[in-house]
């Protein structure tokens, strides 16, 4: 009987889901719960969800088979502007667009063979879903972790929107292609800095996280201890007696050559309306960017106040406006030291503003020119008049000591900072969730009555016009406030989509519940025991899962020791695949997909242009290098794809997808299931081979086992290959090699679940392969009587000898002579030395 994929993955996807065997159970089995980021649902799956998806289902097989009690949810993080992007260019509507991908995306998903609790499927769109997270909202308002305040924001003055920073690309609108502002305005926001110190303090919990997520983390966070002081104004100005700032770096005081803040600073604002050029000038540096990134970037623009401020170390520091400091950090203030700071030091090249070295390397140097010498605080260098009188010191000691000195001296105080800010998560946008307060001009602005929620989109809206649609939406817009019965406004704004995909994880423990959660479930299946995503989420995914896991259980709706919600955390890397590409009359580049390319003789097949291949590149629709999951699954079957993405590459690392490497994935198990049929039918008698056999199948049962449990899924498959070979060479017994060969089924089961479904039934296994206990290596076994030992020869590997484990050395040597590649190097004479490294190597010299 012939391989037959097609008819094989849908027999076996068939029974499974006629047994109902993925339906996560709460009982009294211990439980495991593991869990994908889950998809946006952009139109189709990729090999990267392939890739994702297969990996956590492996863990869920693996963990059925060993007992436990399994939770594997799937869902749509389905918000957001490329719905509405799309509802704009094609004049349809966002749910419509959302809601088909979804069918589409799930219609792909179901013949990988997945072990998903459907059941539990959720779009964060749902009303049912959002409504709850409304319901959040209003005991996290009550609670004090979360409240308005006036915000900087990246405003596109086309779109009519806030730009999330990821949205702005070289200062533009990453739709519209507008110049982005800077624009203050009342934003909610997530008061998360409120816990910087445990989300810091926390992270060496996580032990099974990786080091870089952690470290990804710590400098978000970003916790420093600087020095908080004021620098007197020279003549007190609009009530202004003083800059206040913060330094991380007050070590460098003695190189301050002036003074810069906000264009949104007091200060500024109250120039600003009594000067029409720092007015205009302040409008004008609002366009870019707000992040660090985009600020280091743009030019360094000032605006000279004429104003002074008072050095503590004598004479006095100019003030300006500058367009690289923001109110959102520290003070809105800083001091500038050009000769350790590469950012000041241009913008004091620029305004011929004074550079002073503070500091030098220790075997001299030579003055600042045109690059700031910022070595790491824990280099040593040598200061030159330290205000605290330090002179060879790494910079953390000189911070550490001028902040005991400006604290003695009563110009400051030592204060701890962190870089995390609250989170703004106002959007206006229509495709989010509503936010579920109202503005009243008697009561001010409430909060709705849960009673009232979910607080529904409507769907009669349209983006013809820019800006939110949901502003010009009277019959949905007005309403009537829940504290008095007056007229009231709703709030228009809707959340950012990270808040959908920040608690998604507790909602699956009970996604129907008519509350968050459900404390009883979300007490059984919670913490997700592994989570497995993109490295792309390391920070603000993860960072804003651990807020609202925390703001849950302080708000109850989560249970004690749920603070860190993901127990194990695996970042996969990507699947990759070759680009190939032409070049048009004007040398551009032209893309080909991998079907329209012949490889053998590296031409484009419509055209006999020769190709260019660009190998080991993302995957990318615009660079046409993508391969549809789809295309493999109809060629070869949803085993081959699922263990062709775990076999070639730790699954850390990327995996280049090659047409070649599918063909040979596909052959190898074609040999696997042709083997299951010949030993089905065959009928031989021990030959003696019965015991190297067993010894065989225990270390493919150890060793396969411990890829799985390592996260080295690769290690597990190349020991499978080493199984089928050996099985395939076997003189056992016929029922010796069906034991083994029922073990081989198992083993494959989490890769290739319909195949080992296959051999199980062919082997008379009893129901499912899934639900067959996990095997267990007999520890006798596992050790080997005898060892193998590499001779080296003259540094070389040139043989090796296989000897009883306690054999004496002078009889390892004596077999050792009589090896053949000795005998030949040796040439008739005697070695010079002859070293025997007990159950190790053997080292022949000549």
């Given at each position: 009987m012939t391989y037959e994929t097609a008819a094989i993955e849908a027999k076996w996807q068939s029974a499974w889901d006629k047994a109902d065997l993925f339906r996560a159970v709460r009982d009294d089995r211990p439980k495991y719960y593991v869990l994908e980021m889950f998809p946006y649902p952009s139109g189709r799956i990729h090999i990267g969800h392939v890739?994702?998806?297969?990996?956590?289902?492996?863990?869920?097989?693996?963990?059925?088979?060993?007992?436990?009690?399994?939770?594997?949810?799937?869902?749509?993080?389905?918000?957001?502007?490329?719905?509405?992007?799309?509802?704009?260019?094609?004049?349809?509507?966002?749910?419509?667009?959302?809601?088909?991908?979804?069918?589409?995306?799930?219609?792909?998903?179901?013949?990988?063979?997945?072990?998903?609790?459907?059941?539990?499927?959720?779009?964060?769109?749902?009303p049912e879903y959002y409504g709850q997270q409304q319901a959040l909202f209003i005991d996290m308002l009550d609670a004090g972790l979360v409240y308005r305040k006036p915000a900087i924001v990246n405003w596109d003055p086309v779109d009519m929107t806030v730009l999330a920073n990821e949205q702005v690309i070289d200062g533009r609108g990453w739709r519209s292609g507008a110049e982005v502002e800077r624009r203050e305005l009342t934003q909610w926001a997530f008061a998360i800095s409120s816990m910087a110190e445990d989300l810091l303090d926390s992270l060496a919990t996580l032990k099974d996280w990786p080091e870089k997520v952690r470290l990804m983390q710590e400098n978000w966070i970003g916790k420093s201890r600087g020095l908080q002081m004021t620098f007197a104004m020279t003549a007190p100005v609009h009530g202004h007696a003083g800059i206040e700032i913060y330094t991380t770096r007050p070590d460098t005081l003695r190189g301050a050559s002036?003074?810069?803040?906000?264009?949104?600073?007091?200060?500024?604002?109250?120039?600003?309306?009594?000067?029409?050029?720092?007015?205009?000038?302040?409008?004008?540096?609002?366009?870019?960017?707000?992040?660090?990134?985009?600020?280091?970037?743009?030019?360094?623009?000032?605006?000279?106040?004429?104003?002074?401020?008072?050095?503590?170390?004598?004479?006095?520091?100019?003030?300006?406006?500058?367009?690289?400091?923001?109110?959102?950090?520290?003070?809105?203030?800083?001091?500038?030291?050009?000769?350790?700071?590469?950012?000041?030091?241009?913008?004091?090249?620029?305004?011929?503003?004074?550079?002073?070295?503070?500091?030098?390397?220790?075997?001299?140097?030579?003055?600042?020119?045109?690059?700031?010498?910022?070595?790491?605080?824990?280099?040593?260098?040598?200061?030159?008049?330290?205000?605290?009188?330090?002179?060879?010191?790494?910079?953390?000691?000189?911070?550490?000591?001028?902040?005991?000195?400006?604290?003695?001296?009563?110009?400051?105080?030592?204060?701890?900072?962190?870089?995390?800010?609250?989170?703004?998560?106002?959007?206006?946008?229509?495709?989010?969730?509503?936010?579920?307060?109202?503005?009243?001009?008697?009561?001010?602005?409430?909060?709705?009555?849960?009673?009232?929620?979910?607080?529904?989109?409507?769907?009669?809206?349209?983006?013809?016009?820019?800006?939110?649609?949901?502003?010009?939406?009277?019959?949905?817009?007005?309403?009537?406030?829940?504290?008095?019965?007056?007229?009231?406004?709703?709030e228009t704004d809707t959340m950012d989509t990270f808040v959908d995909s920040s608690w998604y994880f507790a909602r699956f423990t009970a996604p129907h519940a008519k509350t968050p959660t459900d404390l009883d479930e979300a007490s059984y299946w919670m913490n997700v025991d592994q989570y497995i995503g993109g490295v792309e989420h390391a920070i603000l995914h993860l960072l804003y899962s651990r807020f609202f896991a925390r703001a849950m259980q302080k708000t109850g709706h989560l249970p004690q020791g749920t603070e860190e919600p993901f127990n194990a955390l695996f970042t996969q890397g990507m699947v990759t695949h070759a680009i190939y590409q032409t070049k048009d009359d004007k040398g551009r580049p032209v893309y080909h997909l991998p079907e329209d390319v012949d490889l053998e003789t590296g031409t484009v097949r419509a055209t006999g242009e020769t190709i260019e291949v660009i190998p080991s590149a993302k995957m990318s629709k615009s660079k046409k290098n993508v391969v549809d999951p789809m295309d493999i699954i109809a060629s070869y079957g949803a085993d081959t794809a699922r263990w062709f993405v775990l076999s070639d590459s730790p699954p850390e690392r990327d995996v280049e997808w090659t047409a070649s490497g599918a063909e040979a994935t596909h052959k190898h198990l074609r040999r696997v299931h042709r083997l299951a049929e010949d030993i089905a039918r065959a009928d031989r008698s021990d030959t003696g081979a019965d015991a190297d056999l067993a010894r065989a199948t225990a270390r493919a049962i150890a060793e396969v086992t411990q890829g799985i449990e390592g996260f080295a899924f690769n290690k597990s498959v190349a020991k499978l290959y080493e199984f089928t070979n050996t099985l395939h060479k076997s003189d056992a017994s016929a029922a010796a090699r069906r034991d083994a060969m029922k073990v081989l089924a198992q083993l494959m089961s989490p890769m290739t679940p319909h195949l080992a479904e296959e051999i199980w039934s062919m082997m008379g296994g009893e129901g499912f392969v899934l639900t067959a206990p996990w095997p267990v290596a007999d520890p006798a076994l596992l050790v080997d009587d005898s060892v193998t030992l590499p001779i080296q020869i003259n540094g070389k590997r040139k043989s090796e000898i296989t000897v009883p484990k306690d054999l004496p050395r002078d009889q390892v040597e004596a077999l050792v002579i009589q090896d053949s590649a000795v005998l030949k190097a040796l040439d008739g004479g005697q070695p010079r030395k002859l070293i025997v490294v007990p159950g190790r190597i053997v080292n022949v010299v000549v």
């Open positions: 890739r994702n998806y297969t990996m956590g289902d492996v863990i869920a097989r693996y963990k059925m088979s060993c007992g436990f009690s399994v939770l594997h949810p799937m869902g749509w993080d389905a918000f957001g502007m490329p719905a509405e992007n799309a509802a704009m260019a094609s004049g349809g509507h966002p749910k419509d667009w959302t809601y088909n991908n979804i069918d589409v995306m799930r219609g792909q998903m179901k013949p990988l063979g997945l072990s998903i609790d459907w059941s539990r499927e959720f779009a964060t769109c749902d002036f003074i810069a803040i906000a264009p949104e600073h007091p200060l500024a604002k109250a120039l600003a309306a009594e000067n029409p050029d720092l007015a205009a000038f302040n409008v004008d540096v609002r366009k870019g960017g707000t992040t660090e990134e985009a600020l280091e970037k743009a030019e360094k623009r000032g605006f000279d106040t004429g104003l002074t401020v008072e050095n503590p170390l004598g004479g006095t520091l100019p003030i300006w406006v500058a367009n690289f400091v923001l109110m959102d950090y520290g003070t809105g203030a800083i001091f500038g030291c050009p000769a350790h700071d590469q950012r000041d030091l241009d913008f004091a090249r620029k305004y011929e503003l004074s550079v002073t070295d503070t500091f030098v390397a220790l075997d001299g140097g030579t003055p600042v020119a045109n690059e700031a010498f910022v070595p790491p605080k824990t280099e040593k260098v040598r200061w030159i008049d330290q205000p605290a009188g330090v002179t060879e010191a790494t910079g953390q000691e000189a911070i550490d000591a001028t902040i005991d000195w400006a604290e003695a001296k009563g110009i400051g105080t030592g204060k701890t900072q962190y870089r995390l800010r609250d989170w703004g998560l106002s959007r206006q946008r229509y495709w989010g969730c509503p936010i579920p307060v109202v503005h009243c001009d008697a009561c001010g602005v409430v909060p709705e009555k849960k009673e009232n929620l979910p607080v529904v989109l409507p769907d009669d809206v349209t983006f013809d016009i820019p800006g939110n649609p949901l502003d010009r939406h009277p019959t949905w817009r007005d309403t009537t406030c829940p504290a008095c019965g007056n007229p009231a406004r709703r």
